[in-house]
């Protein structure tokens, strides 16, 4: 059976985006077969960034929340971009199709690309599934605000948890900095293609 | 949340643990400590499993010892973790690690983990090693880091 993740070399997180860089625009192929960039944005105000997938137990716990922070924050001017960064062929749940298939079925309300290079996951620094990256527009480009989980409760069991995204998002929209900058993200390892 | 420990006393196969009993577990010397850190929901740590319980069938009278600890839902002990463990009779220890958040314990077994499973924490305390790893194992590799490390 292919091992995908044992031959090729793992990122470490040092190698991924942190709070203050400044974020790389992509060109992925969407689930409608149109391709999409941020710069097709041009009313945002900012990104929500996440790498999820099909197959994961745990991005499939935080599918609802995801769907909610579109429609809670895309007419705030930060909608919700997903990013499926799986090598398809040692995860066929995580195929373009299946992709597709979920995103109809679920309603959608966002693109939910293929990155079939793997090249914006590792640019990201994406480790696991799922992982939210907030970023906001400046005329300098996109800075990267927030890395991390959506909150810090995957069971939903705690009605006071940390909803490290909203928190983010919150404060950007009344100009300010988020106080979380970061956090881990417990979740499936990304399945890498092997070399 | 309340954690149902009844469910837990009549399956002895799978033991709660917090990160301090962990930490406090494999501080001591005199042995060679290989943690693996996996789910019942992650796939590539399911089918690594074996290579890490047959390590310790292989030296089950060495200093080694083999910690399979869960990061699993605690909402799926009943229905996901005990099943499995019932099902694959292991014999290497199996753990179900209590905590408040997933961020505040990922930082307190390594740092630099990201959060991504599977992870494994190699630790002998009395040579003053301690190696943490973001990747999956061959049986192979596993029996390097017995070799290297005991």
């Given amino acids: ?195 | 949340m309340v954690l149902t420990l009844s469910v837990l006393k009549v399956n002895a196969q799978v033991k709660l643990i917090t990160n301090a009993e962990l930490q406090e577990k494999i501080s001591k010397p005199d042995t060679l400590y290989i943690v693996n850190f996996w789910a019942t929901w992650c796939g590539p740590c399911v089918n690594e499993l074996p290579n890490f319980d047959k390590l310790q069938r292989v030296y089950k009278n060495k200093p080694l010892k083999v910690l399979l600890v869960s990061m699993d839902f605690q909402s799926k002990l009943k229905t996901a973790l005990i099943p499995f463990v019932k099902k694959h009779k292991m014999q290497a220890d199996v753990y179900f690690i209590t905590r408040k958040s997933d961020q505040e314990l990922i930082d307190q077994i390594d740092k630099s983990w990201s959060g991504a499973l599977p992870a494994t924490l190699v630790v002998n305390t009395k040579k003053g090693i301690h190696k943490f790893y973001e990747k999956t194992f061959s049986y192979t590799e596993l029996n390097n880091i017995y070799q290297t490390n005991k």
């Fill in chain 1, 1 to 195: 059976m292919l091992t995908a993740a044992s031959a090729l070399a793992f990122k470490t997180a040092d190698n991924g985006y942190k709070a203050g860089d400044m974020a790389t625009d992509f060109k992925l192929k969407n689930v409608t077969g149109k391709t999409v960039s941020m710069a097709d944005y041009s009313s945002a105000k900012g990104f929500i960034i996440v790498f999820t997938c099909n197959h994961c137990p745990v991005a499939q716990a935080y599918e609802k929340r995801i769907m909610a922070l579109d429609q809670k924050y895309a007419a705030k001017g930060y909608p919700v971009i997903a990013i499926s960064p799986n090598d398809p062929v040692a995860e066929p749940v995580d195929s373009y199709a299946n992709m597709q298939k979920r995103a109809a079925e679920r309603k959608y309300t966002f693109p939910y690309l293929i990155d079939e290079t793997q090249n914006i996951t590792r640019a990201y620094g994406a480790q696991a599934t799922p992982t939210a990256y907030v970023l906001r527009k400046t005329d300098k480009g996109l800075t990267v605000e927030y890395v991390g989980a959506i909150d810090n409760d995957q069971e939903q069991s705690n009605p006071a948890r940390s909803k490290f995204v909203e928190n983010a998002v919150d404060a950007l929209l009344i100009n300010k900095k988020p106080t979380i900058t970061e956090s881990k993200a417990l979740g499936c390892r990304i399945v890498w293609k092997n070399s």
